[in-house]
């Protein structure tokens, strides 16, 4: 009886070889499963920059009730593309004046209306967020975003990219899992971050314009509204202005004053 149990028994040595197989099949399954776990990890990647794209500016912008289009995020509240991902998430400060908040309005509020100096106009405008519920980002790999102001965009210094680092793309090597968007050596016009936030705009009028036409957009740096002037290119009907910030913004000709809200593939604007 004890030799027929020793015989059913497995010695050491036939033990080693089956724990070897068994680790050898479990490292193939493994190594099979590292795509799939890989493509989670930069799908999961993409997603976070969505969001953080999406506080910046939203794409496609919402509807109001009336059907009109209405941006919202960063840049149009402040007219400019964040210069960190900290300004997403807490208030920066008036550059102009540091004591006081970014914007100043009536009764202390924070976010209301600003007025055009001499005029009951004006535009809301100033920090209203934070604009991400998050307060810690990483990649699918649990690495940090790396913030990138080594190539500012020449439109507006304050633009920053997100460099995933140690993320790889599925079936590719050494590819950083960062949407173009937020990509500064990127050189097509499509589907950049500068494109999604600032968009050119032509203002036709009817008949030409008694004075000069003026756009105005919050100036986060001081605190203030700027006032953009046409560009070069305008003609006595059709005024052109360049790199305007997306979001509710202000026309004014000869003191008469129209909104518009500036998006991506707007049409002209006809002020009368």
């Given at each position: 009886?004890?030799?027929?149990?020793?015989?059913?028994?497995?010695?050491?040595?036939?033990?080693?070889?089956?724990?070897?197989?068994?680790?050898?099949?479990?490292?193939?399954?493994?190594?099979?499963?590292?795509?799939?776990?890989?493509?989670?990890?930069?799908?999961?990647?993409?997603?976070?920059?969505g969001h953080i794209r999406d506080a910046i500016v939203t794409l496609p912008p919402v509807r109001r009730g009336d059907g009109s289009l209405a941006v919202q995020g960063f840049?149009?509240?402040?007219?400019?593309?964040?210069?960190?991902?900290?300004?997403?998430?807490?208030?920066?400060?008036?550059?102009?004046?540091?004591?006081?908040?970014?914007?100043?309005?009536?009764?202390?509020?924070?976010?209301?209306?600003?007025?055009?100096?001499?005029?009951?106009?004006?535009?809301?405008?100033?920090?209203?967020?934070?604009?991400?519920?998050?307060?810690?980002?990483?990649?699918?790999?649990?690495?940090?975003?790396?913030?990138?102001?080594?190539?500012?965009?020449?439109?507006?210094?304050?633009?920053?990219?997100?460099?995933?680092?140690?993320?790889?793309?599925?079936?590719?090597?050494?590819?950083?899992?960062?949407?173009?968007?937020?990509?500064?050596?990127?050189?097509?016009?499509?589907?950049?971050?500068?494109?999604?936030?600032?968009?050119?705009?032509?203002?036709?009028?009817?008949?030409?314009?008694?004075?000069?036409?003026?756009?105005?957009?919050?100036?986060?740096?001081?605190?203030?509204?700027?006032?953009?002037?046409?560009?070069?290119?305008?003609?006595?009907?059709?005024?052109?202005?360049?790199?305007?910030?997306?979001?509710?913004?202000?026309?004014?000709?000869?003191?008469?004053?129209?909104?518009?809200?500036?998006?991506?593939?707007?049409?002209?604007?006809?002020?009368?």
């Amino acid at each position: 009886m004890r030799d027929d149990a020793r015989r059913a028994a497995l010695t050491l040595l036939e033990l080693v070889v089956v724990l070897a197989i068994l680790a050898a099949l479990t490292g193939v399954a493994v190594k099979s499963l590292e795509p799939i776990a890989d493509q989670a990890r930069y799908e999961a990647t993409k997603k976070t920059l969505g969001h953080i794209r999406d506080a910046i500016v939203t794409l496609p912008p919402v509807r109001r009730g009336d059907g009109s289009l209405a941006v919202q995020g960063f840049v149009s509240d402040m007219g400019r593309l964040p210069r960190s991902l900290n300004e997403l998430l807490v208030k920066p400060v008036n550059e102009a004046d540091p004591t006081k908040n970014l914007f100043e309005f009536a009764r202390g509020v924070d976010y209301g209306v600003q007025r055009i100096a001499s005029s009951t106009d004006g535009l809301p405008c100033g920090w209203r967020g934070p604009y991400l519920q998050a307060t810690t980002f990483t990649t699918g790999w649990g690495t940090d975003f790396i913030e990138n102001t080594s190539n500012p965009d020449p439109q507006d210094a304050s633009r920053f990219v997100l460099d995933a680092i140690h993320v790889v793309q599925p079936g590719t090597a050494n590819v950083l899992a960062v949407p173009s968007e937020f990509d500064p050596t990127v050189s097509t016009t499509d589907n950049t971050l500068l494109d999604s936030a600032y968009v050119d705009v032509s203002v036709m009028f009817g008949t030409p314009p008694m004075g000069a036409v003026s756009l105005y957009i919050p100036d986060a740096n001081s605190g203030t509204l700027k006032r953009l002037t046409e560009d070069g290119t305008s003609t006595t009907t059709l005024k052109v202005f360049l790199d305007v910030p997306v979001g509710v913004r202000l026309i004014e000709e000869s003191s008469t004053y129209k909104y518009v809200d500036v998006t991506r593939g707007m049409p002209p604007v006809h002020f009368n």
